[in-house]
């Protein structure tokens, strides 16, 4: 986007092959700015997923998430991310926090 912009985005679609038979769709985006070179990033998530079942077919379950996101690097191949995500529609949980420990290699 810009020096100390970063960006990414996931789109993905599961289908099960059993049960239900229910199909995903979901798409995750994700901006943050480094706050600390190397060490400290803060930005925002946001997270829609359309669901639905055999039977149902185009009566979707609509969830929409959005919040802040955190990186902290407290070593140089460690992170640890934080992301409390608020649903926005009566399909959506009420909040999901996800927390990532990192070690790449």
Do not use: C
Request: proline letters at 4%; zero cysteines.
């Amino acid at each position: 986007v810009a020096p100390g912009w970063h960006w990414g985005a996931n789109l993905s679609v599961e289908q099960a092959t059993s049960g239900s038979r229910s199909t995903e769709k979901q798409v995750t985006l994700g901006l943050s700015h480094t706050v600390i070179d190397r060490v400290l990033q803060i930005g925002g998530e946001a997270r829609v997923m359309y669901t639905d079942e055999r039977g149902s077919r185009g009566d979707n379950v609509k969830e929409v998430e959005i919040g802040p996101s955190i990186q902290f690097r407290p070593l140089t191949q460690m992170h640890i991310d934080f992301a409390p995500l608020w649903g926005f529609t009566g399909d959506s949980h009420k909040m999901n926090a996800y927390v990532i420990f990192g070690w790449e290699f």
